[in-house]
């Protein structure tokens, strides 16, 4: 499932092409991965595409008031409509000439001013597709946990040290940190040297911080190589990403560890499957509970 990096490009590729234009009309097939079909049927024609940005695993287009108007958006000077957006397992969302054949699985064409489509392809439909406005959308997006490019030092450490959950947990965990999956939680972990079921609350300021660093570091490069191709994520102009030439940790059961040689391992946390060096990072040690001893008091002496 694309993660941050993969939605960040495909994110930052549909701003280039299509942002500014107009959708003309909307075409919609299979409709059972949207909130409510009619409603995007309703809303989307007519309005300019103001810009596309990511929100954790999510892309929102940001759309313009409209003909009609909102008076938030009027008010605001800022778009408070949009298109949400998740691409799922398998999603993708790339513009196309309108002269080019339909995809197989091609489930929404939005027809632009320019003589293109926008359009939305999904062989399994695991993703989302919803119009939001106003209130339903500020109230979708506070659901979601910080940003991990833009999560303070502290931000972080409260979370992370203030929860009892296993470091993997947490990082998966989107209302902590919106947009890290299973990839970039493995890769980041490596790096720190931080095995995934060690509790937060037992990490030490000194590790919260060197993990904080590792993913943002991590998730930046990513983005820089257009993300990982697993199995089929493109971007929107049809490219593989090339990060998973670089994972260290992710997908790599068996074999060297870059770092020691040790052989990376898989175990489950959090209902995940997690890939780790037991050589780099250690598993927590298992605090038992002190028996309490009952104290002894000396007996005191018989007075006679």
Same mark, same amino acid.
């Given at each position: 499932m694309p993660e941050l990096p993969e939605v960040e490009t495909v994110a930052r590729g549909l701003q280039a092409s299509v942002a500014g234009r107009r959708i003309l009309s909307v075409v919609l097939r299979q409709t059972d991965f949207m909130d409510d079909a009619a409603l995007i049927e309703r809303e989307l024609p007519g309005r300019r595409i103001e810009r596309i940005e990511r929100y954790g695993k999510f892309m929102l287009l940001r759309l313009d008031a409209g003909p009609a108007g909102n008076e938030n958006s009027r008010a605001s000077g800022r778009p408070t409509e949009a298109l949400l957006v998740h691409l799922g397992m398998t999603g993708n969302l790339a513009p196309r000439f309108a002269a080019?054949?339909?995809e197989k699985h091609t489930h929404a064409s939005f027809v632009l001013d320019d003589g293109r489509e926008l359009r939305y392809t999904d062989a399994r439909r695991f993703g989302r597709m919803a119009y939001l406005s106003g209130p339903t959308?500020? *109230?979708?997006?506070?659901r979601f946990g910080a940003d991990p490019l833009e999560v303070s030092r502290e931000e972080f450490a409260a979370a992370i040290r203030g929860s009892k959950a296993r470091i993997k947990a947490l990082l998966?965990?989107?209302t902590v940190l919106r947009g890290v999956g299973n990839i970039y939680a493995d890769e980041s972990l490596w790096r720190a040297r931080i095995h995934p079921a060690t509790p937060g609350v037992r990490l030490t300021p000194q590790q919260t911080e060197k993990l904080r660093a590792a993913l943002k570091a991590i998730l930046l490069r990513a983005i820089a190589m257009r993300g990982s191709t697993i199995s089929d994520f493109v971007d929107s102009d049809g490219q593989s990403g090339d990060y998973q030439q670089h994972h260290r940790a992710y997908g790599r059961e068996g074999r060297k560890c870059y770092r020691c040689g040790a052989r990376i391992r898989r175990m489950m946390v959090a209902g995940r499957s997690s890939h780790f060096c037991p050589?780099?990072?250690? *598993?927590?040690?298992?605090r038992t509970a002190k028996k309490k001893t009952k104290r002894i008091r000396p007996a005191k002496a018989s007075k006679r």
């Open positions: 080019q054949p339909l959308l500020a *109230a979708e997006l506070q998966l965990d989107q050589g780099c990072q250690p *598993a927590p040690r298992v």
